[in-house]
C-alpha cells in the first residue's frame, strides 16, 4: 500500500470531483489492509442449520476482541513495567472500551434457545471455547494463571506461547512492583515470587491501594491507574457473567461439549478474582 499525504487526496477529490474514486490497479486498498476477502472465508459451518452461522461468527468475533485486548494489556503492561503511569492509561481505556465491545456480542446469541443450540451442538465435538488459546493469554496477562488450563495446547505453538506469557511477570505483578518503586511497603516475598504461580491476595498490596486512593486530586496518577485497572476488571467480570448466562439460557445446567459439568465449572472458574486487592481495599477505604 502507497501511503498519500493530505495533498495527494485533496487533489484526487478536485479530479473526482468529490465522488469516491472507483478505478484501481490490482487490488482494492481496503482488502490489501482488512484482508476482508481472507476473513469472509473463514466461516465453515458444520451444519446446515441457518442459526449456526451466528454461534460460529461470535465466536470469531470474540477471538478478534480476545487478541485486542491481549494487544492494548500487554502495551499497558509495558508501560508499567517502565514506569509510565499516564501513557499506561490509554492502552487500558482501550481495553476497557473493547471489553465493552466484546461484551455486545453476546447479545446478538439471545435468540438461541435449547432446542436451537441442540440442532448443530452435537457436530461441535469436543470443541469448545474453553479450548482458546487466546483467552488464557488474556487471563495469564490479567493474573490468572492456571498452570493447568495450558494442557490442551501441548505440541502446538500456542503451547508455546502461553509458555512465555506464563514466565512472564502479569500486568498486576508489574503494578505491584510500580507501588513499591513508589516507596509503598509491599511483603518482599510479593516482589521476587515464581510469577508462574498465581498471584495471592495480599494485606500490603490493599493497604498500598487505600493510601494511594486518599488523595483525590488530579496529580494522583496512581489513583487514576487504579481506576483504569478497576474498569478493565469489572468489564471482564461483565464478559464471565454473560458467558454463564448465555451458557444456562441455551443449556441449562448440562454438560459440556469440553468435558466440563458446564455451569458449575463456570462458577468455579469466575471465583478467581482479577486484580483482587482493588477490591478488598474498598472495604477499607
Ligand atoms: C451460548 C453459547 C455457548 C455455550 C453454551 C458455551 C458453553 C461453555 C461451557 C459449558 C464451558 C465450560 C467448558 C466445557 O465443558 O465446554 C465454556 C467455556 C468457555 N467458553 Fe463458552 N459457550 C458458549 C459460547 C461461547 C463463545 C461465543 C465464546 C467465545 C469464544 C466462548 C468462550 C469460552 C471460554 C473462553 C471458556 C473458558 C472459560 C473459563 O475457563 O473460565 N463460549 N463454554
Known sequence: MRPTTAEERDARTA???????????????????????????????????????SFLMVSQIMELYFGLIRHELEQAREHVRAGEVWPALAPLKRAALHLEGLNAAWQTLRWMTPADFNKFRDLLGEGS????????????????????????????????????????????????????????????????????????????????????????????????????????????????????????RTMGAKSGT???NGLAFLQRSMSRPVFPELWTSRTEM
Open 129 to 248: 471455547g474453553f479450548q482458546s488459546a487466546m483467552y488464557r493469554q488474556v487471563e495469564f496477562l490479567l493474573g490468572l494463571r492456571t498452570k493447568s488450563l495450558m494442557r490442551p495446547f501441548r505440541g502446538t505453538a500456542a503451547y508455546e506461547e502461553l509458555e512465555v506469557a506464563l514466565h512472564r511477570p502479569s500486568l498486576w505483578d508489574e503494578v505491584i512492583a510500580l507501588l513499591a518503586r513508589q516507596g509503598h511497603a509491599i511483603k518482599p516475598g510479593l516482589l521476587d515470587r515464581d510469577v508462574a504461580d498465581e498471584h495471592e491476595t495480599d494485606q500490603s498490596v490493599a493497604d498500598a491501594w487505600v493510601r494511594v486512593y486518599r488523595d483525590t486530586g488530579p496529580e494522583n496518577h496512581l489513583r487514576l491507574l487504579g481506576e483504569a485497572l478497576t474498569e478493565v476488571a469489572d468489564r471482564f467480570g461483565d464478559w464471565r457473567y454473560l458467558h454463564l448466562k448465555a451458557v444456562q
Open 15 to 53: 479530479l473526482n470531483k468529490g465522488a469516491p474514486t472507483l478505478e484501481f490497479g490490482r487490488r482494492v486498498p481496503y482488502d490489501a489492509y482488512v484482508h476482508a476477502s481472507t476473513l469472509h472465508t473463514l466461516q465453515r459451518t458444520l451444519s446446515s442449520d441457518p442459526g449456526e452461522m
Open 258 to 260: 469440553g468435558g466440563s
